[in-house]
């Protein structure tokens, strides 16, 4: 994994990809799949739609740290998996073939087998709309990847391959963040 | 446009594609093209990262009411054009060529040319984080229509077009929400 300027990350989340959020709560990690996000800044700061109905959320609350991890589309199947069963009876990272490498200023572990990976600390939890913010501390990708293609739930059991891209820079012009 | 019911609308935000927010203020029409939205609940719940920055913030709080609106990819330089103008000083459904339609509930326009049409009423503001929390009270899409592909932002000029769907409906099982 290479280290990605921290930023350029926002855009790792930008397009709306599946995601995997991992966590350790001291003892064991965990994994769940998320859908739910959005950036909220460029820094980055991201949102995360998520709750008491995730095992997960206990630790994230708990430490007040998690990692999110990009999948690709070979990954899907794990994805699947990992968002239809619980960490509260099953170790992800071994039930999936996945490999946990710790973090650098997180103890939530990085998904090795993952296309991007983003350190983040927990910096609010918006209760009513149960809405975590997420600054992000470090990002990594893995350059050498040959498969980059997201995922992006449709929410019907079906999921959206990133197809082409295309390419609007000049359009753009001064609307391009200057960090990117 | 053919009505959709309201429980299916969370499915056309899911997948995290560019969105045209449309608003009116009483006065005139605008539209802003958005990336940072995010679903927060089935029924459907959305949540929206705006603020000051954009002309149609003032609009959006002042009526409280809006239109999400999902292009497609043949709209992409028409969805460029939009974020890279102001309201301030644009018609921008007239120099997009694009046709307001009136809404059932809410003022805001739909846009004809658009997919998917969700009415929206504002029904919180975090201003802290600056995210608008959206209940959507109708939706409806164009059945008619060939072209279905989103577009996703990457955040750096370009643009993801979706592409296959792959379909994990059976391994998903239970955690398909009821409602689609």
């Known amino acids: 994994m290479r280290k990605l300027k921290l930023s350029r990350a926002f855009a790792l ?6 995601v995997l959020v991992a966590t350790s709560d001291g003892d064991r990690n965990n994994i769940m799949t998320i859908s739910w996000t959005m950036v909220l800044d460029f820094t980055p700061t991201f949102a995360m739609a998520t709750g008491e109905w995730n095992y997960s959320f206990a630790a994230l609350m708990k430490t007040r740290e998690c990692v999110i991890a990009i999948p690709t ?5 794990k ?8 960490g509260k009876d099953t170790d992800k990272f071994a039930a999936f073939g996945l490999t946990p490498v ?13 296309y991007a990976n983003i350190e983040c600390r927990v910096s609010d939890f918006v209760k009513k709309h149960s809405i975590v913010v997420l600054d992000a501390v470090a990002a990594y990708t893995d350059p050498a990847r040959k ?21 609007r820079r000049k359009m ?6 200057s960090c990117v």
């Open 13 to 18: 989340v930008e397009s709306g990809p599946v």
């Open 172 to 177: 753009m012009g001064s609307k391009i963040p």
């Open 102 to 114: 710790p973090g650098k200023h997180v103890d939530a572990p990085l998904i090795k087998e993952c």
């Open 147 to 167: 498969e980059k293609r997201t995922i992006h739930a449709v929410g019907d059991g079906t999921f959206i391959v990133d197809g082409r891209r295309l390419d």
């Open 73 to 77: 589309v070979d990954m899907l199947d």
């Open 79 to 86: 994805v699947v998996g990992i968002g239809t069963c619980s």
